[in-house]
């Protein structure tokens, strides 16, 4: 006696399916660039360090745009100003040279490279532009000393925050807080006999600065000298 057993009618076509075939079928298709997340900020950071540029104004645009979609989705307004230094960041992996106003200038050019001239975002990095150049205007030793915070922090450029340190301190040798920039930066670059030289000048200056404190903790961190830096902190 012949027993016949029926299969739901969505199995006989893939049983008869040859096993190569099936395998290919479950094979992921290769993602069109419009149909892939743009890339972080963290991504596009490393390629402009990497000095990828191929392709990089574009990218950085997709992002501009999934940032701009974000903020009507979710009604979280965008930071401007935080969004103006990611691309003054990005755009400062072109190495501008010359001086600081130069430096500063070149930003913005490079930036309007990188977006285009007619790029909506362009306003916001013009607004950060101006306000470091509004620093440099002012030109005191308290100015050069916060800008050289900015350019350590906001622009992730411990090489130009000592540049600007320097000035402020040729204006006010007893400059603290151009001093605990200078700890901080030297630290970032790895300077560290730099940094416990230029530590132990500002605390005789002062040695109550918690912001100094903080500084040296994390010189002393990045030294692996974790009991000394929480010490410090």
């Not at 190569?20 to 390629?47: A, G, H, Y």
């Not at 691309?87 to 992996?93: N, P, T, V």
């Amino acid at each position: 006696m012949v027993v016949s057993v029926r299969y739901p009618s969505t199995l006989p076509k893939l049983l008869l399916q040859r096993p190569s075939i099936i395998l290919m079928s479950n094979r992921p298709e290769k993602l069109e660039p419009e149909d892939r997340f743009p890339l972080t900020w963290v991504q596009l950071e490393k390629r402009a360090k990497s000095k990828a540029w191929d392709g990089l104004g574009k990218e950085l645009r997709l992002k501009l745009s999934e940032e701009e979609t974000k903020s009507q989705r979710m009604g979280i307004p965008i930071d401007f100003k935080e969004l103006g230094f990611k691309i003054l960041r990005i755009s400062g992996e072109l190495d501008p040279s010359g001086s600081l106003e130069s430096r500063v200038s070149q930003l913005e050019t490079h930036a309007a490279h990188l977006l285009g001239e007619r790029h909506p975002a362009l306003k916001y990095v013009i607004r950060c532009s101006e306000q470091l150049q509004a620093l440099i205007a002012i030109n005191t030793s308290s100015a050069w000393a916060e800008l050289a915070s900015v350019f350590r922090i906001e622009l992730e450029r411990p090489d130009w925050a000592l540049d600007a340190a320097e000035i402020s301190l040729q204006k006010d040798s007893r400059n603290v807080a151009a001093l605990t920039t200078k700890v901080a930066a030297h630290g970032d670059l790895g300077e560290f006999d730099l940094a416990h030289r230029t530590y132990k000048l500002a605390k005789s200056l002062d040695s109550t600065s918690a912001y100094l404190s903080a500084a040296i903790a994390k010189v002393r961190f990045r030294e692996r000298k974790f009991d000394d830096a929480m010490n410090d902190a």
